[in-house]
């Protein structure tokens, strides 16, 4: 009876709660634990996993140790230490937000290298609008210390809980087709890094590079294999005011408008409801700086969650998915989406309220947040919403960015797979939607290799492997058509383990960044099997195991099947008829 009572409600009064969960404002919040925990006062014994709780492959990684330099010095002489004892070394930041086994180390004898506490401003140069920081700084920490003098960095994540450091080494960005473009990296200007080195050099070499340094194009996205980044010089501006619109539109033209879109509005986004046939376009552009207004931008997925609301969010959902109630599900979509927009997605006009279109600010205000980090704790009554401790949101993160001149075939498919089945996709309305943002061609060698579209969103994910998903096939539909029929490039930071099958072949200078690879790390200390694996340098990084189409980590060709005796075949497809990912035929 207490499931009826609970998918009921979720039916008829999941938008009213909603409102009422986003209008709330919540002052305390507990921060999120460190990903690293050992057994011992000494550090030792350790293991770490992401911020969300869970690899792609659900493992907990083990460490031998784990260490917190505080200077440069001292990181010099923790990689110099590990070299001469052949220990392999992986780099955490404070919050471990990369979804993919990137701070794994191989083994349980490696070590782990936290910038916790290499978190300092080194130098800030108004006049030459530059500021040089430690690579633990969080983008938080950067775009407030910039705004003290003036300067703004012009582009950045959404989500400032990110370090500088880390967010160089997944390639993450903002949104726009204007300057260098969203990423961040293109706008580094030197940066120190730490490697290691032969008995003639100490075992460990800090490298100092600036744009007259064709390896700085290898450092900039570097996936953590070429040692640890100590400092990060970036290019900034001067601070500057936004202006931000939110439109609705129905997403019949959507294919012939993102284009001309991303041309039009320098900070321009979109976020994608398929099943719902809308579109939300985020009209944004730089306004003179005299111009009226003290917006704020405090993203309501990022702010403090009640963890009942988080909760009761997941249980409902785990009966929806249970019991295959498509409806319900749409409809809490449907409530979900109408109510983000009716609170303008957490934009206030003077920081306490929103009261109409336009909300201008500066750039500082307006251009990432993620409240849930910043107030004291308050023993878990409100988290993010994905904090593991609480059993309440739990989902996959799938990012690709799909070259501008094929976007419209891609979204053209996806709007085929919705016709099909108009409920197949209302699962992404409870996740914000697909979230459209803009990216350019890089000179960082493994950096974006086209102009782009990139299109991220989150789906559910059962706390059971081997559990299928409410229409997973549609899903993995979408997934398949962006990655392999359009070529779409995966983001380095997110996505499940098939993303990246053969993903280095995409890369034109692949062999360059490998060459400075060789250079910096010729014994692969800083190397785990995962980044051998999508580098090239080992076999695919797909997983042969019952349940690997539900947890995307393997393959297989048309003709061939991962585990009959399990049950787990290749679906054959109705759109991309070359590679299927392994699905459960129930």
């Not at 709007?415 to 209302?426: M, R, S, T």
Request: charged fraction near 20%; include cysteine; proline fraction near 4%.
């Amino acid at each position: 009876m207490a499931c009826l009572c609970l998918k009921r409600m979720s039916n008829k009064a999941f938008e009213s709660t909603t409102l009422v969960f986003l209008l709330l404002s919540v002052v305390f919040s507990t921060p999120p634990e460190d990903p690293i925990k050992c057994t011992t006062s000494e550090n030792t014994t350790c293991t770490i996993t992401n911020s969300y709780g869970s690899f792609p492959d659900r493992s907990i990684c083990k460490a031998a140790q784990v260490l917190y330099p505080t200077t440069e010095q001292e990181l010099v002489s923790v990689v110099a230490s590990a070299t001469r004892n052949k220990t392999k070394m992986k780099v955490a930041t404070r919050y471990s937000h990369s979804i993919p086994k990137l701070v794994c180390p191989d083994g349980e004898n490696g070590m782990l290298i936290s910038t916790k506490y290499l978190n300092k401003i080194v130098k800030v140069d108004v006049e030459a609008n530059t500021m040089t920081v430690e690579s633990g700084v969080t983008l938080q920490q950067f775009i407030n210390e910039a705004a003290k003098v003036g300067l703004a960095l012009p582009y950045a994540p959404y989500w400032w809980g990110v370090t500088i450091g880390g967010l160089m080494g997944t390639g993450a960005h903002g949104s726009t087709l204007r300057g260098k473009g969203s990423a961040v990296h293109d706008y580094v200007v030197g940066l120190r890094i730490v490697r290691p080195a032969g008995h003639e050099d100490g075992y460990a070499k800090v490298e100092s590079l600036n744009e007259r340094h064709e390896d700085l194009n290898a450092t900039k996205v570097s996936l953590g294999v070429l040692g640890v980044i100590s400092q990060i010089t970036l290019k900034l501006e001067r601070l500057f005011k936004r202006s931000i619109t939110y439109v609705a539109k129905n997403d019949s033209d959507l294919g012939d408008q993102v284009a001309a879109f991303g041309h039009a509005h320098e900070f321009a986004d979109i976020m994608w409801y398929p099943s719902q046939r809308k579109v939300v376009y985020r009209v944004d552009d730089r306004v003179p700086f005299n111009t009226s207004g003290n917006g704020l931008y405090d993203f309501i997925p990022l702010r403090p969650t009640p963890s009942n609301i988080s909760i009761f969010r997941r249980t409902t959902e785990d009966i929806q998915e249970s019991t295959n109630d498509a409806i319900g599900k749409c409809i809490d979509a449907n409530a979900s989406s109408n109510a983000l927009f009716t609170v303008a997605y957490g934009l206030t006009n003077n920081g306490i309220s929103f009261t109409g279109y336009p909300v201008i600010g500066f750039q500082n205000h307006l251009q990432s947040s993620g409240s849930c980090l910043d107030s004291p704790q308050d023993a878990l009554i409100t988290t993010c919403g994905w904090d593991p401790r609480v059993e309440g949101l739990f989902y996959y993160n799938t990012a690709f960015s799909i070259r501008l001149s094929v976007v419209k075939k891609f979204i053209e498919d996806v709007q085929k797979l919705v016709q099909l089945e108009p409920k197949g996709l209302c699962i992404l309305g409870l996740y914000n939607g697909i979230v459209m943002r803009y990216v350019t061609a890089s000179s960082a060698y493994l950096g974006k290799q086209e102009d782009a579209l990139e299109f991220d969103f989150l789906y559910y994910r059962s706390r059971d492997p081997m559990t299928p998903r409410l229409y997973e096939d549609i899903l993995e539909e979408v997934e398949q058509l962006g990655i392999f029929k359009y070529g779409g490039l995966p983001h380095w930071g997110k996505n499940r383990n098939l993303a990246f099958q053969g993903v280095i072949k995409k890369y034109k200078n692949a062999k360059k960044f490998l060459k400075v690879k060789n250079k910096y790390d010729p014994k692969g200390l800083f190397s785990n099997t995962w980044t051998d694996q999508v580098l090239g340098l080992k076999d695919g990084v797909t997983i042969l195991k019952d349940g690997c189409a539900l947890e995307g980590l393997c393959i297989c060709s048309q003709d061939s099947h991962c585990n009959p005796s399990k049950g787990y075949y290749c679906r054959p497809g109705k759109v991309y008829k070359k590679a299927r990912v392994c699905t459960h035929l129930k």
